[in-house]
């Protein structure tokens, strides 16, 4: 098992492609949360025993879908006896829009792990913010605090923008960098 642990869940198919991505450039460990908002016991287990947990969803109407809240609930318990305390945390969000609110659920997933007693990963990648970008560049919608994709609410998971999915795995080398930093 790998030291990283990539938890989320996907609605439609394109935050999976995303997971996957990130999965590949931090070569991690990936656990879906299914469209209950369940996990399998072994997924917990993996997640106690990681160095780092890395969270992805959607962003629907302004926040993590419904199942990924569901996870991040029963994570009370490991939260009450401190379970994830001093562990590395990073995130992820995908929505249909280029904005689409996408930052109120990148800062409720830093609160999650700074609940947790966690240290957050930033993307550390500049913007491709000139008038000659374009959406095969690397984070061309500008996060700074994770990974912002977009997906349009009619394009296929096979059309998500390169650069998109380029930032993810990058993202993934960089959570994988500061990782095996820390003992």
């Known amino acids: 098992m790998s030291d990283i642990v990539v938890v989320y869940h996907s609605g439609f198919g394109h935050t999976r492609r995303v997971a996957e991505y990130v999965t590949k450039g931090a070569n991690a460990t990936l656990l879906e949360i299914d469209q209950n908002g369940d996990l399998p016991e072994s997924s917990w287990e993996a997640l106690d025993k990681a160095k780092t947990i ?95 994709v977009q997906s349009p609410s009619d394009a296929s998971v096979d059309e998500i923008p390169s650069g998109d999915l380029d930032t993810a795995t990058a993202y993934g080398a960089r959570i994988a960098d500061v990782t095996s930093r820390f003992k």
Do not use: E
């Not at 006896?81 to 562990?87: D, V």
């Not at 700074?114 to 000659?132: C, F, R, V, Y």
């Open 54 to 148: 890395v969270f992805g969803t959607p962003t629907y109407m302004g926040n993590a879908s419904w199942q990924f809240k569901k996870f991040a609930d029963a994570t009370s318990r490991i939260w009450f006896n401190r379970g994830w305390q001093n562990k590395l945390f990073a995130g992820f969000t995908n929505s249909a829009s280029p904005v689409g609110d996408k930052g109120c659920t990148m800062a409720w997933l830093q609160v999650l792990a700074a609940q947790h007693g966690g240290i957050w990963i930033s993307l550390d990648l500049l913007p491709s913010n000139t008038k000659a970008a374009t959406k095969a560049d690397l984070n061309v919608l500008g996060g700074a605090a994770g990974l912002l």
